[in-house]
């Protein structure tokens, strides 16, 4: 459809609606719940374990840019990820794929270091910006790894092909890999080749739990309420089919209910 | 159980020359298997089939270096096709490394089946950057002319013979893009507003998730990956990359299925060698 | 392809000459799977450049000379002045981008960010509804189906299988409740199993992919360059 219709405006109504009121209460301060994600716990035994080795570490925002949720989520993990290795004493490299997200990187990773009173430690060599091209951006990522011999890696953003390249690298050379993707793609190379993998929306649910952000942790709540409704929607349509292919093709539920989405 | 942990430890460039040798079988040997279409592959075939008569097909092409082994041969079927039956197309991508190699295709089988360029198919180049797809796929489907405004020899499309009477999306009887990822803007800017119909060819590690649209009539066919390709490739009578890159997998999955086995049978045994060391 | 044994081609004709750089190219990349070394960094650092140098070149002659010279001097020329001004606050906008580069003006880039972003968004507001709407329908499926009725995409084991699917996934992504319910933990854990299977079918169509573009690298050297086969 070119223009929005009513079945489609009041659904987006109700879902953008329920985003809109979780965010706002949750900016009042109203207290919004976020269950932990496993995969952050692996986060910190990583970011330990490259203390012990007394090496540096990896962390790469994604491929994607700045127009994509998924950076800004993989950013949030970023500002985490630094801080706590500042703490630790541990050298971070960020390669960044796109020029646009350079700046913003070396902004993250500055400021972090700044929060855990260790300026020292940022050293602006050490977030790169690569290449948007997918082969070079992997091909110079790999090259890091095996050069500077990490002790551990993460991958936080969308991916594409490059997942396997980069993961796979790491699992030869033994670093401690933790991979965060919405790119469902992709998810299955971080699995067979990470230690531990964080897929789809849990990114996002990584990502608020860690920032305690509250426009994150509202949108995050907020989209719960929207998958209700569509579960809820699933379920009406699927009772409404089986109704019809007992009754026939005469069942008005079903073709009620299939007229009104389809309107 | 000393074989297991010496298979646990096989170098990996052991495998990886193994696998060269596998795949390479076929370049010495010749091999023939059945090639049966699948219904998604099927399905691609039919909806070129059932274009009318001098109605218009859109091809829209993002494979390069990167992806011949995927995509050649889905490209190769899908023109051949075209050429063979003398279905006008137009032709552009999103990648601007695309061109030569849908060029060398096109002109081989434009040869073959003396077709002329303005007539037969027209090249609009790399038009509109991956980034901004869907701007540039809805303001294409609005108003083509307007925004393609010329071919890659600079001639205005109102001048070029193929095009004289398009205006927009309902003017094209059939999409098909051929490339690693499914370009979900003509799904969502094209089909669902002007009805044209959708083919993908696409990669196989993209296929999983793109079978819902067959489900759900969104596209009319797809081309998963090498196999895809073959597939057409049969089906058009004129086997080429495809053919030449499914037979080739055969060796290489026969050993990835043999080396998966192996080595989950040595793990087996190496664990219970463990836990009988640790009782 | 003419023989058993490999005879190269010869490398002092253009064809020639594309096919030798493609072959060493491929086999500096392949040296990686031995070990890291000079001919593969070589390699990537030379695709590093290419890929940079290409994006930039096909950026100026394919958009920025089309979509943006020609219309500013084509407006100047015939004096089109609506023309010249929008090519003009298209290159204000564009430029605000370069904001990010200091800390005084990123400000500015925030401006374009943010008109970026709400372009998408709502762009991605009508995607979405004309993407997923016809799926949601579509998945409106019922487990029982006339054995006369009955198609490769409408059964009833595969409707089953894609009703419980569906809905102990959709439970696995709930975020805002502790999953301790025993309705939801059960359902949330299938759906995790599911998501688990999935992915094998994701990975072993990615082999299938990567294989691929592996066969495609290893008969280019064997049949091309060193001109092998029966």
Redesign the interface.
């Known amino acids: 459809?070119e223009h929005?219709t009513w079945t489609?405006a009041t659904?987006?109504l109700v879902l953008c609606g329920a985003i809109l009121a979780r965010i706002v209460a949750a900016r009042r301060g109203r207290p919004?719940?976020?269950?932990r994600i496993a995969g952050l716990d692996h986060l910190d035994d990583a970011l330990g374990r490259a203390t012990e080795m007394g090496k540096p570490i990896v962390f790469s925002p994604g491929f994607g840019d700045?127009?994509q949720m998924s950076t800004y989520a993989g950013l949030a993990c970023l500002e985490y990820a630094v801080r706590r290795a500042a703490r630790f004493g541990l050298r971070v490299i960020v390669p960044v794929a796109g020029a646009?997200m350079f700046?913003?990187a070396q902004d993250v990773a500055r400021d972090a270091c700044i929060a855990e009173g260790k300026p020292e430690l940022y050293d602006a060599n050490d977030v790169l910006y690569?290449?948007?091209?997918q082969?070079?951006f992997a091909?110079?990522v790999?090259?890091i790894m095996?050069?500077e011999k990490v002790g551990a890696a993460f991958y936080f953003g969308s991916y594409g092909?490059e997942s396997?390249l980069l993961a796979e690298t790491g699992q030869r050379i033994g670093a401690i890999q933790v991979a965060a993707t919405d790119s469902?793609?992709q998810?299955?190379?971080f699995?067979?080749a990470c230690d531990y993998t964080i897929?789809?929306?849990?990114l996002y649910?990584a990502s608020a739990y860690i920032s305690r952000e509250p426009t994150m942790l509202g949108s995050?709540?907020g989209q719960?309420f929207g998958?209700v409704v569509?579960?809820a929607?699933?379920?009406a349509?699927?009772v409404?089919?089986?109704v019809?292919?007992?009754n026939g093709a005469s069942s008005g539920a079903?073709n009620a209910?299939?007229g009104l989405?389809?309107r | 159980m000393i074989w297991a942990d010496r298979l646990q430890r096989i170098d990996?460039?052991i495998l990886?020359v193994t696998?060269?040798v596998a795949?390479?079988i076929p370049?010495?040997?010749?091999v023939r298997m059945p090639i049966p279409p699948t219904?998604e592959t099927l399905g691609a075939y039919e909806a070129v089939e059932n274009v009318p008569p001098g109605k218009l097909v859109m091809v829209q092409s993002t494979w390069d270096a990167?992806?011949?082994?995927?995509c050649?041969g889905q490209c190769h079927a899908v023109i051949e096709h075209l050429m063979r039956r003398g279905q006008p197309f137009v032709i552009w991508t999103s990648n601007?490394?695309s061109p030569p190699f849908y060029n060398r295709i096109i002109e081989a089988a434009a040869r073959r089946h003396g077709r002329v360029y303005g007539r037969d198919w027209v090249d609009f180049?790399?038009?509109v950057?991956g980034g901004a797809l869907?701007?540039g796929v809805?303001s294409m489907a609005r108003d083509f002319p307007g925004y393609m405004?010329s071919d890659v020899r600079g001639t205005p499309v109102t001048q070029i013979p193929a095009l004289r009477h398009v205006r927009n999306a309902t003017d094209f009887a059939l999409i098909v893009t051929i490339g690693y990822n499914p370009i979900?803007?003509f799904?969502?800017?094209v089909q669902?507003?002007y009805g044209t119909k959708v083919v993908f060819g696409i990669?196989?590690?993209?296929?999983?998730t793109t079978y819902?649209?067959?489900?759900?009539?969104?596209i009319v066919g797809m081309l998963?990956?090498?196999?895809g390709g073959a597939e057409y490739e049969m089906l058009v009578k004129r086997p080429g990359?495809g053919v030449?890159?499914i037979m080739?997998?055969s060796f290489?999955?026969l050993l990835?299925i043999v080396l998966v086995v192996v080595a989950n049978v040595s793990a087996l045994a190496q664990r219970r060698l463990s836990r009988g060391a640790q009782a | 392809?003419t023989g058993?044994l490999p005879h190269p081609v010869s490398p002092f004709s253009y064809q020639g000459l594309t096919i030798w750089l493609g072959a060493v190219a491929t086999l500096a990349?392949f040296s990686?799977?031995?070990r890291?070394n000079r001919a593969?960094?070589f390699?990537?650092h030379t695709?590093?450049g290419?890929?940079?140098g290409?994006?930039v070149a096909?950026?100026i002659t394919?958009?920025i000379i089309?979509k943006w010279w020609n219309p500013l001097t084509e407006g100047w020329g015939q004096g089109h002045w609506g023309m010249v001004a929008l090519a003009l606050t298209e290159l204000l906008l564009g430029l605000l981008?370069y904001g990010?580069?200091h800390r005084r003006t990123?400000w500015l880039s925030r401006i374009v960010?943010g008109l970026?972003?709400g372009a998408?968004a709502g762009?991605a507001?009508?995607?979405?509804?004309?993407?997923k709407?016809?799926?949601?329908?579509?998945?409106?499926?019922?487990?029982?189906?006339?054995a006369a009725e009955a198609t490769?995409?409408n059964n009833p084991v595969s409707n089953t299988v894609f009703?419980v699917v569906?809905?102990a996934v959709?439970?696995y992504?709930?975020?805002?409740?502790?999953?301790r319910h025993p309705v939801l933990r059960t359902s949330s854990r299938i759906g995790r199993v599911f998501?688990?299977l999935?992915?094998?079918?994701?990975?072993s169509?990615?082999?299938?992919?990567?294989?691929?573009?592996?066969?495609?690298?290893?008969?280019f050297l064997?049949?091309q360059w060193l001109r092998?086969?029966?």
Not at chain 3, 125 to 131: P, S
């Open positions: 459809m929005a489609g659904l987006l919004v719940f976020i269950r700045l127009g646009t700046p913003v690569l290449s948007g091209d082969n070079a091909a110079a790999t090259g095996e050069r092909f396997l469902f793609f998810v299955p190379f699995i067979a897929f789809g929306e849990e649910a995050l709540s719960d998958k569509v579960a929607l699933l379920i349509g699927i409404a089919a089986t019809a292919q007992f079903f209910l299939v989405l389809g | 990996n460039r990886y696998l060269a795949v390479a370049v010495f040997v010749r219904i990167g992806t011949i082994g995927e050649e601007p490394a180049g790399y038009k950057p869907a701007f809805q405004k979900g803007e799904i969502q800017f669902s507003v990669a196989a590690i993209n296929s999983t819902s649209y067959i489900d759900s009539k969104q998963v990956g090498a196999r990359r030449q890159i080739a997998q290489g999955h990835i | 392809m058993w990349i990686f799977l031995f890291e593969y960094r390699a990537e695709l590093l290419l890929g940079i290409f994006g096909t950026t394919d958009i089309p981008w990010l580069y990123v960010m970026s972003i998408g762009l507001f009508k995607a979405e509804i004309n993407d709407l016809p799926q949601i329908i579509a998945s409106f499926k019922s487990p029982y189906v006339p490769a995409f009703v569906m809905l959709l439970s992504f709930f975020f805002s409740v502790e999953q998501l688990m999935t992915f094998g079918v994701f990975f169509n990615a082999i299938m992919t990567r294989m691929s573009v592996f066969i495609e690298r290893v008969w064997l049949t092998m086969g029966a």
